[in-house]
């Protein structure tokens, strides 16, 4: 129903086209101006819908007065009758003018270039019956028969009030499609804390400067991006990442405009731009892939462009038909079925399919954390087979920590713990940091160290309180001569489960084991699980060497590995399995990742990620956490799924309507449409249309 | 069966496929400015004026659209086979910029491809 095609659409363009002005007024502005707009059309269209409903009421009474105990007061052939028709004839076009005037202005523009849409169906449809009516009342002496000469104002007026009101009913529908970026664009305060001349003043959005100090306390909103510079606080970042959990801030650390402080207060420095904001940019990503198209809305697009035309030829070979063959009257039948043919047919329910399902979708994603960049990505991820996984950082929290320590002579674990960290302290190795931090979290205290000295592919060594110490791999010590006496068979075992172990000789003698691994995130084992009960393959990649990667997987539940795979090489792996004839998206983080998941054909970039790999990915998932990955994979299939489910019901409903307002029915059963009949059908088809895309909205994205 | 019904009704089915489906002419050859881009502009209301854009293949496009209505649907446009769509608030001109193309002829739809517009692609 283009009747609304104007009305229907424009709602959700409004929204639409916010983003362009983000630069200019506060988010928060746009937010409230998007609801007004949206707002202000569905009053229009009701006040459309009610001027057409009350007209309707004494137009429908004339129409058929002996319905209604008026036969007395309108008697058949009267002169009443005629004035009565008359005024309803006026009435009738008042409500055309003022309810559906914009079905012919936008039949008026199509036309001009050569294009037709919903609105030249119904402004066809109306005017026939219109004029039809016009003619009948004035040279009823043209008709054959008496009878015939009968109005039709009632379809006028009452097909214009259904239509205009489907179009209210989809523009309050689809507002709701739209909730997930209005919610985002609400998201931001409107005024902040600044910090000026060592004074804390309330300062609008739009005023706050890059370098500007912002307070935050408990309760409060972040206002915009920036980094902390004193405080520390939990910070829910829940509306952006969609993980619940709020994240602990320390000085230097991000915060995001829009997030909310819990617990304590901070000062942060205000680094980003408005327009250059987390926040502005996920609504901006979201508008985009929004508005993208996909694959699949190309056949729709070929249909769509036959559509309308392809129905008003339809209405004239049924009316020739009626004219010809029909029962008498002729003229009546045959322009009962042309004016129902032309209302019921409704090429927006198939060209609406798709972009509503897909604002839905990609929306209901963005509110998960999980950003989808294009149309397109989203249709190939339904598709997906194959799922590669990089390691680390992905799969594993990507910073090794210290897992085990053996003791093996005289000395105790937090000797053990003291020795290694002391020695360790200057040492720039990410290895070495694992093992101070530990220490430190065990509030053990390390030493000063002499004579520091790394030995490359080997580790390090030193003295502490005199005593000479090496720390370092199987290699070190014997190489040093430390007699082992049996315990490097740790060594192997600790290999195989992917830990890293590391020797500590102190004075000559083995002191004991320090292991350290880059542990598996908390989430792995059962997003990896919930992908292969969802069908899919799940391989894992990684530089490391096949015996920690072996051990890794099998945590994990992984059973194909690739492993020793240098980053130059990763999208050469990716193209192999590609090779086999499957879909595959790949799961990434770094810098070296970006050919890979430029290779894919889905692309996947993880946490906040550098920007090259979020550039190169198709599907962004802000918060670092792999459940994203199953929730992204959701999504796409549900919206895929309610795509077609959408594109089926309007294919089918016109499909089955257009015959049934052609007649076929009738030689068989007698039944013929009315075209109120049709104008209700129509309007309840577009309306179906949106509430099937508003489904959506309802999938359940969690897992545990 | 009248003659002048079913000839008439026959006919005007013929003008309706020709006037809708027929070959197109015409179109407004856009001119290339200092910078090296072919600039069109668009009026955008209930449509695009002009809709049918020719340019020359192997030079980059760029269009201008100023939108001077706010109760439609074409709200935003979408450019399908270059993965490029871009927001039109009423009153306000909003740049696209599109790479050099190969001939043929490329569609410009609004988001639910009502309204139509093509570059028509020469050499
Ligand atoms: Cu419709």
Redesign the pocket.
Known sequence: ?????AQ?IHGHQHQMQEHVMLSNHSMQDQGQQEESSEEREYRSLMKKWWRAAIVSVPVILVSYPNLFGLGNLFPMGSGQLWWARLIMGLLALYVVIRSGGQFFVGTWEGLKQRSAN?NTLIATGVSAAWLYSLVALFWPQIFPRPEMADVYYDVTTVVTAL?VL?SALEVKARGRSSEAINKLVALQPQTANVVRDGKEVRVPLEEIKIGDHIVVRPGEKVAIDGTVVSGSSAVDESMLTGESIPVEKNENDEVFGGTLNKTGSFTFKVTKDQKDSALANIVEMVKQAQGSRIPVQKVVDQVSSFFTPGVIIAAILGYIVWYDFGPQPGWVYALIVAVTTLIIA????LGMATPMSLTTGIGKGAENGILIRSGEALQIAQKLKTIVMDKTGTITEGKPSLTDIVPLGKFTEEELLLISASIEQGSEHPLASAIVEKAKEKGSRPVKSEGFNAIPGHGVEGTIDGKKIYFGNLKLMKEKGIPLDGFNRYDASMADQGKTPMFLAINGEAGGIVAVADTVKKDSLSVIHELKSMGLEVVMITGDNERTARAIAKQVGIDRVLAEVLPQHKAENVRKLQEEGKKVAMVGDGINDAPALTQADVGIAIGTGTDVAIEASDITLISGSLKGVVSAIKVSRATMKNIYEGLFGAFIYNAIGIPIALGVLYPFTGILLSPLVAAAA??F??LTVVLNANRLKRLKLKFN | MNWIVTIGGLLLIGVIAWYFWGPKKGGSLVETNASGYQEAKILVKNGYNPSRIVVQSGKPVRFEFTRVETGACDGMVIFPDFEKSATLPAGEKVIVDLPPMKTGSYDFTCQMGMFRGKIIVKN
């Open positions: 129903m283009d009747a609304g095609n229907h919903m239509v489907g409704c090429p927006c329910a129509m309007a088809s577009s």
